[in-house]
């Protein structure tokens, strides 16, 4: 079965950092692009970040400079450090993997598999 789970959710002040997990199985990690999805009540699920295996990052306008997506492909883990974060955002965080190419932020219709979500507050 294919699993993608998250971790490292959790509430912090304005200005504080999180680091969020993915790890993965039950697909050939590789082969697919893996993006960080958030999404607050109410509103479409927003691309945060994506990265291929070969470690090609690309992000949001709003995250960038702050926030870090990298991948461990002998883990079949990859991660989200955020840094400076700000109240707008809160919102529950999700992994997920598909076979994009070239691997960038695209509409989360694209994704193949997905996690169950973390929470990040920020307040």
């Known amino acids: 079965d294919v699993q993608l789970v998250e971790s490292g959710g959790g509430s912090v002040q304005a200005g504080g950092s999180l680091r969020l997990s993915c790890k993965t199985s039950?697909?050939?990690?590789?082969?697919?692009?893996m993006h960080w999805y958030r999404q607050v009540p109410g509103k479409d699920r927003e691309g945060v970040a994506a990265?291929?295996?070969?470690?090609?990052?690309t992000y949001a306008d709003s995250v960038k400079g702050r926030f870090t997506i990298d991948s461990d492909n002998a883990k079949a883990t990859f991660y989200l450090q955020m840094n400076d974060l700000k109240p707008e955002g809160t919102a529950t965080y999700y992994c997920?993997?598909?076979?994009?190419?070239?691997?960038?932020?695209?509409?989360?219709?694209?994704?193949?598999?997905w996690g169950k979500g973390t929470q990040v507050t920020v307040s």
């Open positions: 997920a993997a598909g076979l994009i190419a070239p691997c960038t932020i695209v509409h989360s219709h694209g994704m193949d598999y």
């Open positions: 990265i291929s295996s070969g470690g090609r990052p």
């Open positions: 039950g697909y050939t990690y590789t082969r697919y692009c």
